[in-house]
């Protein structure tokens, strides 16, 4: 009987899949598409951006992101102005109302997640888990070039 070793890569993709298929779940219906959310807590981050900005950050082309940044826009939830500097360029930055559904959304999987945490690990592995936040973090700022 061969015991097979998992991939380390494997076993920790597979790990950071499952949590974030369940984090998906614990998210109330804002009226908002998956791509449409990430969109918007993208915009977020960036600040004052440029449709051409955010698709690459996203790694996306700007036409893939027409449709969702209208939709945010028709819901108030980002606003679109003419840059000062450049006439022909459009700056997208998220609007109060926009800041608050993201803030709501993330303490609602905050609070999933501590939860599902403190019911489901040990001190120990709880513990561990706080020890290893800020290098998944570390990883998931790493060169996107590799």
Same mark, same amino acid.
Do not use: C, Y
């Given at each position: ?68 940044? *209208?939709? &945010?826009?028709?819901?108030?939830? !980002?606003? =679109?102005?003419?840059? @000062?500097? #450049?006439?022909? /360029? ?36 709880? *513990?561990? &888990?706080?020890?290893?936040?800020? !290098?998944? =973090?570390?990883?998931? @700022?790493? #060169?996107?070039? /590799?």
């Amino acid at each position: 009987m061969s015991s097979t070793v998992p991939n380390p890569a494997t076993e920790l993709r597979e790990s950071i899949m499952a949590l974030t298929r369940q984090l998906r779940r614990h998210r109330s219906d804002n009226g908002l598409t998956l791509s449409q959310q990430q969109v918007l807590g993208e915009v977020s981050r960036a600040g004052v951006t440029t449709p051409a900005e955010l698709a690459t950050r996203m790694h996306v082309r700007v036409q893939s992101l027409t449709d969702g940044i *209208n939709h &945010l826009e028709s819901r108030g939830l !980002v606003a =679109r102005r003419t840059d @000062d500097d #450049d006439r022909r /360029r459009q700056l997208i930055e998220v609007t109060p109302e926009g800041t608050r559904l993201l803030e709501w959304d993330r303490a609602e999987r905050d609070e999933w997640l501590n939860s599902a945490m403190r019911e489901t690990l040990t001190e120990l592995e709880f *513990n561990l &888990l706080m020890l290893v936040a800020p !290098v998944l =973090r570390k990883l998931a @700022d790493g #060169d996107d070039s /590799r």
